[in-house]
């Protein structure tokens, strides 16, 4: 198949966003239902899996492709499509690039086309930071793998067909060197979800209960034991898409999906009905937080940066616009507009209480993808070459460690 010029490319993207999207989205409620209608779009017009090969669903396009399709599509991508950004952002990437033939014909397809929902089985209630230190356990029976433990603070589970699972194989290797990735089912009787409430009122997250959960003894993703590497290859993925990826959603639409920070304009339009337009201080904030969305999309234009500083990026940029929306609102903003009521009012408590929640929501911003403080670290010692926190763990087999 041969590439597009740029300038057909551009004239495509354009065409879909301007002649397609909004009437396939058209009378559709429900966030999970219009993100896979948007999902399906996407792939049935070629604009899924840009650099993904041809044989799995994708363009095989480069790096100047790529950018085309972020400076035309930033700012108009439907934001719920944050129900996709683990599977299109994290799992089908690391499948891409580390999986066997056998997983990527059966998963990459369907996840672009978002017939599937994935979620990101890592963090456990006694390993966050320090993930090496997992101990979900994976045992090989037969044709099988038999998985128990617990995970926790796992996003989308309640709405997933599959996970990206790490688990431990090797209890006698140290504990960077004895987890394995596997894909997980998560519709089985081995597997209880139990979504957490969080202060915003809604339940993103959930904690992940694995009680002998069974998986095919193939679906294995990169090594046996060598799951480490394959952690950290999507764990960069992560960054990306919680960085760069988040500051592309359509800047006029009012959603409550995903964890991503409040367009300008919407800041705009918010301090202009506050009567706090004309006000310098809140014209200076507005004018920083403007200069923070341009340098997310630089950073995403950019070739081999560090995915930890696009991660940052979108934590200062996220906690920096709520604070301006929770000053435009003064001190009762967390509580602003929650009882939604109908009447002539109706629409305004609505527009209130999408502020309330982005201000309530991203404090979550600085721990998602990894804490600030592990980006830090991860940057010293990756890209500024600091050395490493000292630590007796490393050479240590696993079930010899001290446990909490």
Partial sequence: MSHPNLDDFRSEVRTFFDDVLEPTLDGITGTVARAKAWRAALFDNGLAGLDYPVEHGGRGLGPDHLAVWAEESRGRIPREDATFGIGVGMALPTLRDHGHDGLKDRFIRPGLRGEEIWCQMYSEPGSGSDLASLATRAERDGDEWIVSGQKVWTSGAHHSQFAILLARTDADAPKHRGITMFVLPVEQSGVTVRPLVQMTGASEFNEVFLDEARIPVDWVVGEINGGWATAVALLAHERVQTGTASMSGAAT???????????????????????????????????????????????????????????????RQGRAAADLAARLAFPASPAWGRELEDGPDAERNADDDYFAYHILNCRGMSLGGGTDEIQRNTLGERALGLPREPGPDRDTPFRELLKN
């Fill in 253 to 315: 639409q009012r959603s409550k999906a995903g964890r991503t920070p409040l367009p300008v304009t919407q800041l705009i339009e918010l301090a202009e009905r506050q009567g706090r337009l004309a006000d310098p201080l809140v014209r200076q904030d507005l004018a920083r937080l403007h200069t923070g969305e341009r340098v997310v999309a630089w950073l995403g234009a950019r070739n081999g940066i560090h995915p930890s500083i696009g991660k940052l990026w979108r934590t």
